[in-house]
């Protein structure tokens, strides 16, 4: 994971150079990927659970990235890693990507690949491209890894996996009309998407 992060991050430089995008929204964000680039950037977090940000560093707003309390193109750069599968149904993912393209003079959105064997939320091998196998809380308790880690009861499970929604290429593609997506790979298949350009 941390090879992937240190990929995105050169990716980010090379894409968005510090020198025209100075002001970053990190819609959903945490300090993580930022503590890498030494505080190139001017950050603002933003997320809904004030447990995840660092109001020591960073500029750190609560908020819910459907329904951003910004203007419009107020940061050179609007930022998601791996946050739209989590936001909702096919509406709410619909609507966080307008909010993404709306708020920053260009955008970037991470999100992993639906099709890829590994489900990196639960650690599992292909039974997430069967959502009925895993509503079954046995399979979901004892069949991933998420499961036999953290124990999970019936409602953390339901709960869990309500919020997972993994999306395709074609998904990002109608989410996203006219962007360009890149493909992060592992052992030549597609692992997940980068997708960016103008807001």
């Not at 894409?15 to 950050?43: H, N």
Request: contains cysteine.
């Amino acid at each position: 994971m941390r090879r992937f992060r240190e990929r995105r991050v050169r990716f980010l430089c090379s894409a968005f150079p510090d020198s025209d995008y100075r002001t970053v929204l990190d819609v959903g964000g945490t300090p993580q990927i930022w503590g890498m680039l030494d505080g190139l950037y001017e950050v603002t977090l933003l997320n809904e659970d004030a447990l995840e940000l660092d109001p020591g560093r960073y500029t750190c707003v609560i908020g819910d990235g459907r329904r951003l309390q910004f203007p419009d193109q107020s940061f050179d750069l609007a930022f998601s890693n791996s946050v739209i599968e989590h936001v909702g149904d096919w509406e709410d993912m619909q609507r966080f990507a307008s909010e993404l393209r709306r708020v920053g003079k260009a955008f970037y959105c991470q999100t992993p690949n639906k099709w890829f064997p590994v489900e990196p939320h639960l650690g599992t091998l292909f039974l997430h491209w069967w959502p009925q196998l895993m509503d079954v809380f046995f399979v979901a308790r004892y069949l991933t890894l998420w499961g036999l880690m953290n124990r999970p009861g019936r409602p953390e499970v339901k709960r869990s996996l309500a919020n997972i929604h993994l999306l395709t290429r074609r998904d990002l593609e109608k989410l996203f009309p006219g962007a360009t997506i890149i493909s992060e790979r592992f052992l030549l298949l597609s692992k997940s998407y980068i997708v960016y350009g103008s807001g």
